[in-house]
């Protein structure tokens, strides 16, 4: 059974940076969807980068791109999300989750696989940890 355990969560003023962690323990696998999603109370989980874990293929939402970046590391089975230019609507529960891809999604659409799974899609989650930005 995989665990999943984020850090890295803090206050930071806008502008800022923040770097999150999300330990990954268990018996994993090959052929895996990662991601990092967020929450704000009152509404609904909001993907934030979703990682084709194999080809470290990463699909960021419109509101991270160029500001986010995540990442794999292989040897220490961690995932990675590197905040910058953080903004108070950054303010949020910052969650990673884990998928294991199914043997019949042949290895050419994985990536959009990943790229494209909705919150409810994914079994594993992680507790979260909270990011919050003051302006």
């Known amino acids: 059974q995989v665990q999943l355990m984020e850090s890295g969560g803090g206050s930071v003023e806008a502008g800022g940076s923040r770097r999150l962690s999300c330990q990954v323990s268990?018996?994993?696998?090959?052929?895996?969807?990662m991601g990092w999603f967020r929450q704000t109370p009152g509404k609904e989980l909001e993907a934030v980068a979703r990682?084709?874990?194999?080809?470290?293929?990463?699909y960021y939402a419109d509101f991270a791109r160029g500001r986010f970046s995540a990442s794999y590391d292989n040897a220490e089975s961690t995932l990675i999300l590197q905040m910058t230019q953080l903004k108070p609507e950054d303010t949020a529960m910052y969650r990673c989750?884990?998928?294991?891809?199914?043997?019949?999604?042949?290895?050419?659409?994985?990536?959009?696989?990943?790229?494209?799974?909705?919150?409810?899609?994914?079994?594993?989650w992680g507790q979260g940890t909270q990011v919050t930005v003051s302006s």
């Open positions: 990682i084709y874990v194999d080809r470290n293929k990463i």
């Open positions: 268990g018996s994993t696998s090959s052929g895996t969807c």
């Open positions: 989750t884990y998928l294991p891809i199914g043997r019949g999604i042949t290895e050419d659409v994985r990536p959009a696989y990943c790229g494209s799974r909705e919150n409810h899609a994914y079994p594993i």
